[in-house]
């Protein structure tokens, strides 16, 4: 009797345990988009490093690899900069209005004219998502302000 009760339990589960694990795997092959707009937060090197490319931090997710370096001189940054899978990213002659809406929504002013020398006491790189199209736009934070700095997509 006991194997009857449970071959007929096991008869009634078999449906939903199917249908869970076609939802599970339904999930995994449609993979969630990158989101629309996010913000990342950098700090700067250390005083004293040696000369040469560094890297000052670093972000890795599903969708991208990115990291924040520095041309150091004299032990000194003197440019910041973002590389996205290995390659820097090349400066953008136009800033897509969605990425400057995401700039503003996160509270940092909109890109401006980009700077020659990015350099600063923190950094922010803020990424904008379009479709297939991503865009980074990093800020430098000079004495209180948020200064633009570049622009480009990867």
């Known amino acids: 009797m006991r194997k009857f009760i449970i071959a007929s339990?096991?008869?009634?589960?078999?449906?939903?345990?199917s249908g869970a694990a076609e939802n599970i795997?339904?999930?995994?092959?449609?993979?969630?988009?990158?989101?629309?707009c996010a913000a990342l937060v950098f700090r700067p090197?250390?005083?004293g490093g040696?000369?040469?490319?560094?890297t000052a931090g670093s972000?890795?997710?599903?969708?991208?690899?990115?990291?924040?370096?520095?041309?150091v001189q004299n032990g000194a940054a003197v440019n910041y900069y973002l590389v996205a899978g290995g390659n820097r990213i090349t400066s953008a002659p136009?800033?897509?209005?969605?990425?400057?809406d995401c700039a503003a929504s996160r509270e940092i002013p909109r890109?401006?004219?980009?700077?020659?020398?990015?350099?600063?006491?923190?950094?922010?790189?803020?990424?904008?998502?379009a479709g297939a199209k991503r865009m980074a736009l990093?800020?430098?934070?000079?004495g209180g302000s948020w200064t633009f700095c570049s622009a480009g997509s990867f």
Do not use: I, M, W
């Open 59 to 71: 972000y890795k997710s599903r969708f991208a690899r990115l990291e924040l370096r520095a041309t």
């Open 94 to 100: 136009q800033v897509p209005s969605a990425a400057s």
């Open 50 to 54: 040696t000369d040469g490319e560094q």
């Open 9 to 17: 339990l096991a008869l009634a589960l078999s449906p939903a345990v």
């Open 25 to 36: 795997s339904a999930t995994k092959a449609g993979a969630k988009e990158a989101p629309a």
């Open 111 to 129: 890109p401006g004219p980009a700077k020659d020398s990015c350099t600063g006491e923190r950094f922010t790189a803020v990424l904008a998502h």
């Open 45 to 47: 090197l250390p005083a």
């Open 138 to 142: 990093l800020y430098a934070l000079n």
